[in-house]
């Protein structure tokens, strides 16, 4: 089967850094996706990784090691506003999204 | 670039009735169309795939006679929701890929409509 793992909920400190992982098994792979969600909020495409390395787009880091099937999502500098879930999610080999529940995170002062 | 308006933003409407939700595409061309649903605390969950011209793709346990798909343009796609019933009470958000972009464009979503079924 497809499935796509990342924690459940995390805690960080305001300007601190944070990062989230996801790992998965999928039938094929074109690329990987993080996702912001704000609560109650349709998701905001954050960054996009299909080969392997790492992305930087200001504050937001991620990388993808396909070979071990794994992304991890960095946050810097962390703000009060940062507090969301973040969705990791697959392009398989059929081009369908395969989702992660997604990654609560929150941020205390 | 990449904006996708959904309408309504939310609806409360009585059981038995039926809803309709609009999709577009604002300044790109969407052969192809997602609707997905979210329930409180859940991910999202693929409803169904909306194809310009042709019957929408619906994901394994979605009934199509209740959940209707319309894809009549390249920028716009529309979700009836007949016979509403309260477990319909959801978040339903649609999305859509830049397909001028190839095919390696992220989703755009729309900001997704509250349905609340009494």
């Known amino acids: 089967g497809q499935n796509i793992d990342q924690p459940t909920e995390m805690t960080a400190t305001e300007g601190a850094i944070v990062q989230i992982n996801c790992t998965y098994q999928?039938?094929?792979?074109?690329?990987l996706f993080w996702y912001q969600q704000h609560a109650g909020e349709a998701p905001t495409f954050l960054s996009y990784n299909v080969l392997d390395g790492l992305e930087e787009k200001g504050r937001f880091s991620s990388f993808l090691s396909r070979s071990k099937g794994y992304s991890y999502l960095l946050l810097k500098e962390l703000q009060m506003k940062d507090s969301a879930s973040y969705l990791c999610a697959v392009r398989g080999g059929n081009y369908q999204l395969i989702w992660g529940a997604g990654t609560k995170l929150i941020i205390k002062p | 670039g990449a904006v996708v308006s959904q309408h309504p933003s939310w609806v409360i409407c009585k059981s038995g009735t039926s809803v309709k939700i609009e999709c577009r595409s604002l300044?790109?061309?969407?052969?192809?169309m997602f609707w997905y649903r979210q329930f409180p605390k859940q991910s999202l969950m693929l409803m169904a795939t909306?194809?310009?011209?042709?019957?929408?793709?619906?994901e394994q346990g979605v009934e199509k006679d209740k959940f209707l798909i319309n894809h009549a343009s390249l920028t716009l796609s529309t979700l009836t929701v007949t016979s509403a019933h309260p477990e319909d009470s959801s978040f339903y958000i649609c999305s859509a890929r830049d397909g001028d972009r190839g095919d390696h464009s992220p989703l755009h979503f729309g900001n997704g409509t509250r349905l609340t079924v009494t």
């Open positions: 300044d790109f061309q969407a052969t192809t």
């Open positions: 999928t039938s094929g792979f074109n690329g």
């Open positions: 909306s194809n310009e011209g042709s019957k929408a793709t619906y």
